[in-house]
């Protein structure tokens, strides 16, 4: 393994390690990787138990690449892995006449779980592949002077989530499970957004706890990226840890792979200030869904961000943010994570992340 100490530091919620080997000779890397991709070669890993006992550990290898001579790069798939814990993972590689070599082991441990709190309510975070640290859970809080509303239709600005069928729920399990619905004023917590401070928010706190913040368009790049069509959007950014070639955006099960754990909010959608609110009912199906989880879900949810759209003005009647989206097609069955923009009178989602 090529790190000085030996060890490897996984999130609290990571499902997954990523470890780097070094290979001699150099051009043995891209030989094995070739051969393991064409099914002509084999990987395993051993599983050691130390000192924090993890005897229900099983690590399976997801993928391996050759990032540079002389090395490959392997993606473990961990299972009974709690936090706290720490396991030895020696790489077992075995080539097409069946001989095999073995790695030193190196100790991959678990993190303990990061939380934040605010309003009573303590939320579940995670430090995703892009470095940042995300709350993986929809804020639930009510600010002061507000109240929750059953109705999308009456502008309050602050929802239930909602079934399928666009009917609120209140209840806890419901709204523990996919948060409330927020407008951008309440999420900003100003009286009103409007043509005079719009372009003002960009990174603001919020209604987020404090160290928190809103997150920015370019936060959202740098989780899923995008890809050449991104349009009012500037150039492509395809570096981003979860972006995905095939889907030219992020991919939903990738970051649910990583503990980001997607929550099928919806949206109360609300076009302009003369247009009357509305949840959203349109769900997944087997036709655009390949993921039985995700199946018969409301298949378009925004996560709400700060940066505004430059180019609305106060005529138009119809500021924008940049959002997350998630899209749901034949073509994006595993679900699609793009920047998107949205519009301010709606209802979206909120997850704040981490000023580092």
């Known amino acids: ?100 070599i073995q790695s030193d082991y190196a100790v991959v441990e678990k993190e303990e779980p990061v939380t934040v709190e605010l309003g ?21 809080f009510v600010p002061e002077g507000k109240t929750v509303s059953s109705n999308p239709g009456d502008g309050n600005g602050i929802w239930y989530p909602y079934t399928t069928a666009g ?23 100003v009286e009103e957004v409007n043509s005079e401070n719009y372009q003002s928010f960009e990174g603001a706190q919020g209604i987020c706890p404090d160290g928190w913040y809103i997150p920015t368009k370019e936060d959202f790049f740098g989780l899923v990226g995008n890809g050449p069509k991104a349009g009012t959007f500037g150039p492509a950014k395809t570096d981003a840890p979860y972006y995905d070639t095939a889907y030219e955006a992020g991919r939903i099960t990738a970051l649910d792979a990583d503990g980001f754990g997607w929550t099928f909010s919806g949206v109360v959608n609300r076009t302009s200030a003369a247009a009357t609110g509305k949840y959203m009912t349109v769900k997944t199906t087997a036709a655009n869904c390949s993921v039985e989880d995700y199946l018969d879900k409301v298949s378009m949810t925004f996560l709400m961000g700060s ?25 994006y069955k595993e679900g699609k994570l793009s920047v998107a923009w949205s519009n301010y009178l709606s209802g979206y989602p909120l997850r704040c992340i981490r000023k580092d």
Do not use: H
């Open 307 to 331: 940066t505004a759209n430059p180019s609305i003005t106060a005529s138009t009647g119809n500021i924008q943010f940049a959002g997350l989206m998630s899209t749901f097609t034949a073509s």
């Open 167 to 189: 009917v609120a729920e209140t209840t806890e399990e419901a709204i523990k499970a996919r948060g409330y619905l927020y407008d951008y004023a309440t999420a900003f917590g």
């Open 120 to 140: 009573g309510v303590v939320y579940n975070a995670a430090k995703m592949a892009d470095g940042r640290v995300w709350m993986i859970e929809p804020l639930r």
């Open 1 to 100: 393994p090529e790190y000085s100490d030996g060890k490897v530091v996984v999130d609290a919620v990571a499902k997954s390690a990523v470890l780097t080997y070094e290979i001699q000779p150099a051009a043995a890397a891209k030989t094995f990787v070739d051969a393991f991709a064409e099914g002509k070669a084999a990987a395993e890993f051993v599983v050691k138990t130390l000192k924090t006992r993890a005897e229900e550990v099983a690590a399976t290898v997801s993928s391996i690449t050759c990032p540079a001579d002389g090395q490959i790069e392997v993606k473990a798939g961990l299972e009974g892995f709690d936090p706290g814990v720490s396991v030895g993972l020696s790489l077992v590689l075995t080539d097409e006449n069946g001989n095999s």
